[in-house]
């Protein structure tokens, strides 16, 4: 049937290399009006449907199969030889004349400006044309009562008054086919009255079957129409809602063709032109890695993975020239089809410029704040330590004494805060004996657990040599011994080991102190983050120690875990990679030999 559309199918279940049509060289045609959404385009465009046609041409269609007939009719008796006298040619030629005179009338009437149903007159003409063709060759050629059948489908399909298209086509058979014997060219033998009688009955059947038929194909055509308009319905809502919202949305095909891209992707877009280019494609934008300056190659672009099947998220990009640039998160999310293969992807960028803007203006202000506080702190110190110098009252010296202690622990915080604010973590590794670092730590340490009531036992090897920087390997120590002394109430002990595993050192801090819970381990090593009981219990700390003691860690090429456990204790268990070959732990019996005090030491939390 004229207009029927094909549904394409899927070649191939594999990702598919992206064309020179993908995102990455072309933009998608910008739309009209709000973002294109799929589905807005007529379904088999560029076909055309027998239904859209002009009415005058379909009429002419309509007529052509019965012309083409009869014309191939004329020339089978020209060709066959047939009983000289029996065919009238008188009246074979009247009826061709008659059937192509009615083609061209069919081609010349302005049939649109006319009511519908004065097309009708061309298949009720037909009747006329097709009785004396019918009259004359019926003896030499079989099936000639067929010619009837074009104008009575012709009646019946047009579907505008379907019980009179259908009796008018059998009353115009009845007529064809009765001509020879009403016009008395033929004596009505008994043998033959069946042949008009059952012409005019067959082509009752054919118009009901053709009128059912057309009148069903009506009824799926309408259903067809009314889900298109709510799609394309539903299509213009998803298209608002999606051009209303501040995050740029890019959704691709398989081959990486741009499907969607909606108003804030499009604006964004722009953001990353090269100076002079407004429609530059994704593979020329100026992208560059979130300290600003570093260009990001082509094949590590977030779009380029995402339309190569790449999934993931938070990928930080900074778009536009050097000193003007936006910073967009960008997340990916492949699609799959029934069969499990890539078939598109979806990526979400989300401008994060005011949001990085507020963190530096807070970590600027907190470096301006924190520095300010250092200056006057230390010189605090300084005299508070020449004044318990001179004292010679020894309870005003205890004040002094107390005075200091405090100093120090404030110089502390700042120090911890003017650090984290800076966000300097640069290591400087060097071959490093972790043995007297942790050692330090923990001498340092025993004055305050023996104030706490809680016992603070070291369990080293001899030495134990890492790639490691010497200041921040002990503020590491510092901070897990110093937080697992302020957790662990008086009766409790923290146990500090170091060990070589493997190719790496070691350093593991375990206590028997308050423990966390599940929820609480999940944020420990946030910037800030206090444990809930920890803040209750008005227990001094910034919350940053963590973070800063795992920027250190990850600095040396290592990891930090914990393990814990509400109310039974933690097990903070940090490791980095050990001295080149040979640096590893220099005690008898070796890594391998006799188990060391600190592996007898080691249990969970
Ligand atoms: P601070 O100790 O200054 O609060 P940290 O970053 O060092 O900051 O620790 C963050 C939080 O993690 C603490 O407030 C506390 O709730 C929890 N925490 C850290 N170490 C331990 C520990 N050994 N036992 C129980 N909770 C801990």
Known sequence: MPGRSQVPLPDGAGPVAPGPESILDRLPDPPQGPTAAPGDSVPGGGEVYFGALSLRLRVV????????????????????????????SHALSLGLGGVLGLTALAAAVPWDRLPTVAYWSIPLLDFVAIAPIWSSARHDLDGMSMLCAFPVFWLAWSGVYPCAGIGLGVLGSAAVTWWPYLTNLDQLTTGEVFRPTLVPLF??????????????????????????????????????????????????????????????????????????????????????????????????????????????????VALGPVGNQQFLS????????????????????????????????????????THEFRTPLTSIIGFLDLAIEDEQDARLAGYLATCLRNAERLLDLVNTLLESASGDTSITPEDTDLVPLVAHSVDSAQVRAAHAGVALEARLPESLHARADRARMSQVADNLVSNALKYTEAGGSVTVTLREVGDRAELEVADTGIGMTPEELEQVFRDFYRSEYVRRAAIPGTGLGLALTRSFVRGHEGEITVRSEA?????????????????????????EGRPRPADEGRRGA
């Open 61 to 88: 269609l309509s007529q052509l199969p019965l012309t083409l007939s009869v014309m191939v009719v004329a020339l089978f008796l020209l060709v066959l030889p047939t009983e000289v006298g029996r065919i009238d």
């Open 203 to 316: 082509m009752l059947a054919l118009g009901v079957a053709a009128s059912i038929l057309s009148r069903s194909m009506d009824r799926q055509r309408d259903e067809l129409e009314e889900s298109l308009a709510e799609i394309r319905q539903q299509n213009r809502r998803l298209a608002a809602v999606l051009d209303a919202t501040d995050v740029g949305i890019l959704v691709t095909d398989r081959r990486g063709r741009g499907l969607l891209m909606n108003a804030a992707q499009r604006r964004q877009h722009l953001i990353g032109q090269p100076p002079g280019r407004h429609d530059a494609p994704e593979r020329d934008l100026l992208a560059f890695e979130a300290d600003g300056r570093t260009p990001i190659p082509v094949t590590e672009r977030p779009v380029y993975r995402a339309v190569h099947g790449e999934s993931f998220s938070g990928r930080l």
């Open 330 to 369: 960008i997340s990916a999310q492949a699609m799959r089809d029934e069969r499990g293969a890539f078939d598109g992807t979806v990526v979400v960028f989300h401008n994060v410029t005011d949001l990085l803007d507020a963190v530096r203006s807070r970590e600027r202000f907190m470096a301006n704040v």
């Open 567 to 591: 109310g039974v204790g933690s097990v903070f268990t940090a490791w980095i990679p050990l001295a080149g070959p040979g640096g590893g732990a220099r005690e008898d019996g070796g890594a």
